[in-house]
């Protein structure tokens, strides 16, 4: 038994040995691996790209400067003083004669001025589906809070945002306006004519005022001295004369 188990141990360690000595043997004669291949020289780096001209600012939009207003001068301020005199006086002949009938506070100037009459409160009364609609002042004066109230309508509520519409072009607007410029154009005209009669009687004036006190500044030519009068010495009285006697005719 322990002649086999010796056996057995030798023959091991001999396999081992044979195959250690295989093992070197075999690698000695391997051929050796090539070195491995220099890897390839890498391009040179492309130049970061210019970064791209910055677009210059725009310019910042000029601010405009207004002009000031210009003052009211008292001529005009005399005139609207006339104005609003003479329509005052207006709404109360039209209201006198029946010709005001408004749904807001104070009538509407334009519409006296152009029809002569103020009836807007006369299309508000009317169904929604009837309503032609209203002038532009009248319109603006309900959604500035210038609308009469419930009671002074006689009951009758208005909410502006349903019920007050200003009249279409097609519907009275154009020929709204179209009368406000013919009346206007002829008052204005006239009104231009007379003021430029006033402006030429003006300049007249002026040059012949003009005139005068340059002649008034002028000095004064120096007269020629007037050639001296002699006077008459006083003439001395004559002797009287001796009288001719008149020889009487001989008698015959």
Do not use: C, H
């Not at 002649?3 to 000695?28: C, G, H, P, V």
């Not at 890498?42 to 939009?61: D, F, H, I, Q, S």
């Amino acid at each position: 038994m322990r002649r086999f188990s010796l056996a057995l141990l030798l023959t091991i360690l001999t396999a081992n040995s044979a195959l250690t000595l295989s093992a070197q043997e075999a690698k000695k004669d391997a051929p050796k691996a090539a070195a491995p291949a220099a890897a390839p020289a890498t391009a040179p780096a492309a130049a970061p790209a210019a970064a791209p001209a910055t677009a210059p600012a725009a310019a910042e939009p000029k601010k405009v400067v207004e002009a000031p207003l210009k003052p009211i001068t008292p001529e005009v301020e005399a005139k609207l003083e006339a104005a609003r005199k003479a329509v005052a006086e207006l709404v109360v002949a039209a209201e006198d004669a029946g010709l005001v009938e408004t749904s807001i506070n104070q009538p509407p100037i334009l519409d006296l001025l152009i029809t002569g009459r103020a009836t807007d409160l006369r299309e508000l009364k009317k169904a929604a589906a009837d309503r032609i609609g209203v002038s532009p002042e009248v319109f603006g004066a309900w959604f500035t809070g210038q609308g009469k109230a419930k009671d002074a309508l006689g009951g009758l509520e208005i909410k502006p945002q349903n019920d007050v519409r200003i009249i279409q072009p097609a519907k009275g607007l154009s020929d709204w306006y179209e009368k406000r410029a013919n009346i206007l154009n002829t008052y204005v005209a006239q009104a231009r004519s007379t003021k430029a009669a006033e402006t030429a009687k003006k300049v007249e004036e002026a040059k012949a005022a003009e005139a005068a006190a340059k002649k008034a500044a002028e000095p004064k030519k120096a007269e020629a001295p007037k050639a001296e009068v002699k006077k008459e010495e006083p003439k001395k009285a004559e002797a009287p004369k001796a009288e001719v006697k008149k020889e009487e005719p001989k008698k015959k």
